[in-house]
């Protein structure tokens, strides 16, 4: 399980780099003529597919730390914060995914993107901070 939270943790902060990356080139870059619009169209498909697995692994993980806090009694202090990370990350995502499905049809929201491509990267990010904290803890305590 170390191993799996680390290695989540490294593709949350890969893709929360990426995303940065491309929305500051895309955002204030110059928009490049020799890149046909088939061309630009596959690298956003394929960024929307990377970027829809780190919302998964997002969520899944976030819920899983909200569970293992309620388990505990009394509440974990870390209990209202792990809700309040996990409730933030789905409202991000349910934009992302409406926003990812309209774009099939070609009828997505561009400030919408711009809402997911901002705060998508902040999630990822301290996600990626929480599991590897929390893999390197759980080292420790089984050494």
């Known amino acids: 399980m170390r191993y799996l939270k680390l290695a989540a943790s490294v593709y949350l902060a890969v893709m929360a780099g990426w995303v940065i990356v491309h929305f500051f080139g895309h955002t204030f870059g110059?928009?490049?003529p020799e890149?046909?619009?088939t061309e630009a169209d596959e690298r956003?498909?394929?960024?929307?597919a990377f970027m829809a697995l780190a919302f998964l692994?997002?969520?899944i993980t976030a819920y899983q730390a909200v569970r293992q806090a309620a388990k505990q009694s009394p509440?974990?202090?870390g209990w209202f914060g792990s809700n309040l990370f996990f409730y933030f990350t789905v409202?991000?995502?349910?934009?992302?995914?409406?926003?990812w499905f309209a774009s099939m049809g070609h009828t997505d929201d561009g400030l919408l993107w711009i809402y997911v491509e901002t705060l998508g990267p902040v999630t990822w990010?301290?996600?990626?901070v929480r599991l590897w904290r929390s893999a390197r803890t759980a080292e420790r305590v089984s050494a």
């Open 30 to 32: 110059e928009d490049h």
């Open 35 to 37: 890149e046909s619009v």
């Open 44 to 48: 956003l498909a394929t960024l929307d």
């Open 57 to 59: 692994v997002t969520s």
């Open 75 to 77: 509440p974990a202090p």
């Open 91 to 99: 409202l991000v995502a349910i934009p992302f995914f409406a926003n």
């Open 125 to 128: 990010g301290i996600q990626a």
